[in-house]
């Protein structure tokens, strides 16, 4: 059983930079994976990045690569993701996610929180 909950989200300036957190309650021993996302209403949710928790092996979505940061810290239960040079085309909800192996895919991920608004003002 995992509960995830996000935080660090707002209105921000388009070239300012944000943090966001996710943090675990609980560990499943199949949960090795954990991912970011993001959603506009209407489209699809949008791979961003994941880290795995023992490996610390990641993968960034093109979109993102090179501004944004994934990390963890494995004695907090807590995932973060630095925005950096915040464009307004990374408004979104953005949501973490835990999941068995190295997927991209939001349909692979079993465990969500509630996501946490990013608004870029122009």
């Known amino acids: 059983q995992v509960q995830l909950v996000e935080s660090g989200g707002g209105l921000v300036q388009a070239g300012n930079s944000l943090r966001l957190s996710c943090t675990a309650s609980?560990?499943?021993?199949?949960?090795?994976?954990m991912g970011w996302f993001r959603q506009v209403p209407g489209k699809e949710r949008e791979f961003v990045a994941y880290i795995s928790w023992t490996a610390g092996i990641t993968r960034y979505a093109d979109s993102v690569k090179g501004r944004f940061t994934i990390s963890r810290d494995n004695a907090k239960n807590t995932v973060n993701l630095q925005i950096n040079s915040l464009k307004f085309e990374d408004t979104a909800v953005y949501y973490c996610?835990?999941?068995?192996?190295?997927?991209?895919?939001?349909?692979?991920?079993?465990?969500w929180g509630q996501g946490t608004q990013v608004t870029v003002s122009s």
């Open positions: 609980g560990r499943s021993p199949s949960t090795y994976v």
């Open positions: 996610a835990a999941g068995s192996d190295y997927y991209s895919d939001y349909r692979r991920y079993v465990y």
